[in-house]
C-alpha cells in the first residue's frame, strides 16, 4: 500500500507489513469495507473501497 509502513501491530505493539504476498503469511490483514482481519494481498482493488490499517 503506497505510503503505509505498516498494516496492523503484532501482540508486542510491532509494526508488522506485507511478507508473502499470496494468502500465506496473514501478515497484510486490514479492515475492508468494516471487515477486519482481511488479507489485502488477496483483495482486488475498487473505486469506492474502504481499506483500514488495523493499528
Ligand atoms: S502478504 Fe502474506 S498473506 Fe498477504
Redesign the pocket.
Known amino acids: 500500500m503506497r505510503g503505509v509502513g505498516a498494516t496492523r501491530r503484532s501482540v508486542d505493539g510491532e509494526p508488522r507489513a506485507?511478507?508473502?504476498?499470496?494468502?500465506?503469511?496473514?501478515?497484510?490483514r486490514v479492515k475492508v469495507d468494516g471487515r477486519a482481519h482481511v488479507?489485502?494481498?488477496?483483495t482486488l482493488c475498487r473505486d469506492g473501497l474502504s481499506v483500514e490499517t488495523m493499528r
Open positions: 506485507a511478507l508473502c504476498g499470496m494468502g500465506v503469511c496473514h501478515e497484510c488479507l489485502g494481498c488477496q
